[in-house]
């Protein structure tokens, strides 16, 4: 897969002007999250990136922000499965074909090297500032000028078990809270089993 450079504007996130997409981050997240906003200008650069036409799933590397971002700008979420979200605390993103055998895709990660242009997104990624300190105005504006600049792209190929929908299967009534549960959990639910979230 050849990576093409940075083409969409710096202002435009995937079709959408910049105001466009930060009205849109606050309906959804409830603010102008910086990482959301930054996040769609990840999407937008993985999204140039793919062949037309490509059917893909996506990963992110983060809990925080950005799978938000790929909810907002893909048809990729959590609830359908072609979101998958792995725990690595990496700010980065992956879309992959998720018809061809090989999974090939690309990944879009924001690079550290490339902030010490960009003071007030310097201060809030490696958290220099609390957020009181850090003016919201100076950082919003930040991110819309630098744009996917302070981004880096690879091509990847995703690995087999990142690749892989998983199915509940068969469906019982677990025989202690008398809910339904996957089989395949066992002769009871997992809550049952001790996994129980409430006190």
């Given amino acids: 897969?050849?990576?093409?450079?940075?083409?969409?504007?710096?202002?435009?996130?995937?079709?959408?002007?910049f105001e466009e997409y930060k009205e849109m981050v606050r309906q959804f997240h409830g603010s102008e999250a910086p990482?959301?906003?930054?996040?769609?200008?990840?999407?937008?650069?993985?999204?140039?990136?793919?062949?037309?036409?490509?059917?893909?799933?996506?990963?992110?590397?983060?809990?925080?922000c950005l799978p938000d971002a790929i909810q907002l700008l893909t048809p990729c979420t959590v609830g359908n499965g072609w979101l998958k979200i792995v725990p690595f605390g990496r700010y980065a993103l992956t879309l992959y074909d998720k018809t061809m055998g090989s999974h090939e895709g690309v990944r879009i990660f924001l690079d550290p090297r490339k902030l010490i242009?960009?003071?007030e997104i310097n201060a809030w990624f490696f958290k220099l500032k609390n957020s009181k300190e850090q003016p919201r105005h100076g950082l919003t504006e930040e991110i819309k000028e630098a744009g996917d600049s302070i981004l880096r792209i690879q091509s990847v190929e995703v690995?087999?078990?990142f690749s892989v929908k998983k199915h509940k299967g068969k469906i019982a009534v677990c025989p202690e809270c008398e809910e339904a549960y996957p089989v395949?959990?066992?002769?009871?639910?997992l809550a049952c089993q001790g996994n129980e979230v409430y006190l």
């Avoid at 959301?36 to 037309?52: C, D, E, R, S, T």
């Avoid at 395949?184 to 639910?189: A, F, L, R, V, Y």
């Fill in 159 to 161: 690995a087999g078990q």
């Fill in 117 to 119: 242009h960009w003071p």
């Fill in 35 to 64: 990482g959301l906003l930054i996040g769609g200008f990840m999407v937008g650069l993985a999204l140039q990136n793919l062949p037309a036409n490509t059917l893909y799933d996506a990963i992110s590397e983060t809990r925080t």
């Fill in 1 to 17: 897969m050849i990576v093409k450079s940075a083409l969409q504007s710096p202002r435009e996130i995937a079709g959408y002007s």
């Fill in 184 to 189: 395949q959990d066992g002769e009871i639910c």
